[in-house]
T-cell receptor, first 114, second 113 residues
Framework: DTEVTQTPKHLVMGMTNKKSLKCEQH?????MYWYKQKAKKPPELMFV???????INESVPSRFSPECPNSSLLNLHLHALQPEDSALYLC?????????????FGPGTRLTVL | QKEVEQDPGPLSVPEGAIVSLNCTYS??????FMWYRQYSRKGPELLMY????GNKEDGRFTAQVDKSSKYISLFIRDSQPSDSATYLC?????????????FGQGTELSVKP
């Protein structure tokens, strides 16, 4: 089973709302990732968690707040977003953070900020 | 210059054609090379994974890595309309280089029946 699940599939929110994206994997992977993808562009790395600790933050604005409650779950809390934050948000996981570990992606959450 | 260069296409081929997709890169520290397929409005799906130089075959797909030329390729034989998607190359170095996956821009492929 190489499945990463993400909820919700679609999300529409206003600039003053607070919402959360959820990601789950049951492959025993210890590294989990959040990416942002705009149309016709490759995924851009936002955050990496390794063994439930934040390992990489790619200078993402504080209106995006990641959380890793346990080894299977990854959340992305959203607050006071801007319309330019509208994008496909992808979660991925891998056995470890090292270079030789394949990353498996979820289907993504399509976010629209009004 | 970007670390990874990939022709964005679009590339249009007739059904049954052999498709060649390519990426070049500048960072000689890259050791792990991947190809992802992404259908419209879906997440990327890992197609092929290769370590260092060499070839790897999986069904109709063949991945080639030439580290001396800093060039990787994905060949699709007997292409099908269901292969129509965006193909992203990706690569990374070892853990002590952050392990960050670097993507190409993606090539949009259309296979016409």
């Amino acid at each position: 089973d190489t499945e990463v699940t993400q909820t919700p599939k679609h999300l529409v929110m206003g600039m003053t709302n607070k919402k959360s994206l959820k990601c789950e994997q049951h492959m025993g992977h210890r590294a989990m990732y959040w990416y942002k993808q705009k149309a016709k562009k490759p995924p851009e790395l936002m955050f990496v968690y390794s063994y439930e600790k934040l390992s990489i933050n790619e200078s993402v604005p504080s209106r995006f707040s990641p959380e890793c409650p346990n080894s299977s779950l990854l959340n992305l809390h959203l607050h006071a977003l801007q319309p330019e934050d509208s994008a496909l948000y992808l979660c991925a996981s891998s056995r470890g953070q090292g270079g030789g570990n394949e990353q498996f992606f979820g289907p993504g959450t399509r976010l629209t900020v009004l | 210059q970007k670390e990874v260069e990939q022709d964005p296409g679009p590339l249009s081929v007739p059904e049954g054609a052999i498709v060649s997709l390519n990426c070049t890169y500048s960072n000689s520290a890259f050791q792990y090379f991947m190809w992802y397929r992404q259908y419209s409005r879906k997440g990327p799906e890992l197609l092929m994974y290769t370590y260092s130089s060499g070839n790897k075959e999986d069904g109709r797909f063949t991945a080639q890595v030439d580290k001396s030329s800093k060039y990787i390729s994905l060949f699709i034989r007997d292409s099908q309309p269901s292969d129509s998607a965006t193909y992203l190359c990706a690569m990374r170095g070892s853990y002590n280089q952050g392990g960050k996956l670097i993507f190409g821009q993606g090539t949009e492929l259309s296979v016409k029946p």
